[in-house]
Nanobody
Framework: VQLQASGGGLVQAGGSLRLSCAAS????????MGWYRQAPGKQRELVAT???????NYADSVKGRFTVSRDNAKKRLYLQMNGLKPEDTAIYYC??????????????????WGQGTQVTVSS
């Protein structure tokens, strides 16, 4: 399975971006999916996750501003980011679990990772 993230860029504080993650390969094995981010000098952290059934989970820092969704038919994962803040600046990674029970809130729960897309929010 290969994951390709896109949609990052430079935006002013208060602006919006929509990230997309395209899956290819043996996509029938994909179960839970998620978005993580990593800022310079910091550990990779959870942004949002979504199960195959559509149940979502968000980091407290993005609740009410970000929305995760998936289109299983199109093999895509999305992250709509509104009300962006400078502290949202990071490389954003999409991730997927390979079988039922994989996923969750920890990075160890994911088997496939995209290459990352840079999001920069200016003040």
């Amino acid at each position: 399975v290969q994951l390709q993230a896109s949609g990052g860029g430079l935006v002013q504080a208060g602006g919006s971006l929509r990230l997309s993650c395209a899956a290819s390969g043996s996509i029938f094995s994909i179960n839970a999916m998620g978005w993580y981010r990593q800022a310079p000098g910091k550990q990779r952290e959870l942004v949002a996750t979504i199960t195959t059934g559509g149940s979502t989970n968000y980091a407290d820092s993005v609740k009410g501003r970000f929305t995760v969704s998936r289109d299983n038919a199109k093999k895509r994962l999305y992250l709509q980011m509104n009300g962006l803040k400078p502290e949202d600046t990071a490389i954003y990674y999409c991730a997927a679990g390979s079988r039922p029970g994989r996923g969750g809130t920890r990075t160890e729960g994911y088997d496939y990772w995209g290459q990352g897309t840079q999001v920069t929010v200016s003040s």
